[in-house]
């Protein structure tokens, strides 16, 4: 199975890219959400490990990003709680997939998290700064604070850039992003 794994930017358009691949598609974002919604042994993790920030199940984003915005060093608690269950998430989603010719791995922080692996297919989602920032403040629930936050565990763009295969320039146009996942797609498979 070839796993093709998207990296870029905060809203660099992975998650639209993604979509056009027509692959069975890991979303790590959809992950977490999944797990605040559902588990409560990571709510428990969370409770145990910021009491005064969480108060009720499922966890609710108002409480996420009190809690981020208090402390920086409470970014790292809640990753160290949730990172290890989207982990397990996405070996799951590999299992049930080992049959399909190839999967792809939509995953903001695939590189930081050192999920790489010899024969991955890294794509660069790249989209200029100032139109990534202008389709993240139309998000619900967006902060400036908070985005900077997570904009901090990052990899610098040039970083990703060097350590990706190919290069997909995001537009926000289906047309010319399908045509480049077409010519990748001839490609690799």
Known sequence: MI???????????KTFISKLF???????????AKIYQKNKKIYS???????NCFS??????KELIKAILKNKSNIK????????AVKKDL???????KGKKAVVLDIPLYLENKLKQKKDIIIFIYSPNKEALKRIKKRKNFNKKIFQKLKGLQLPQSVKKRNSHY?????????????SVKNILKEIL
């Open 77 to 84: 608690k809640i990753s160290s709680i949730i990172h290890p």
């Open 91 to 97: 070996k799951n989603f590999l299992k049930k997939n």
């Open 56 to 61: 009720i199940f499922p966890v609710q984003k």
């Open 45 to 51: 993790n969370l409770k145990k490990k910021l009491p």
């Open 22 to 32: 027509r692959l069975p598609t890991f979303n790590a974002d959809e992950s977490v």
């Open 3 to 13: 796993r093709i794994a998207l990296v870029g930017s905060i809203g660099s358009g």
């Open 167 to 179: 290069i997909i320039k995001n537009n926000f146009k289906k047309n010319s992003a399908r045509k």
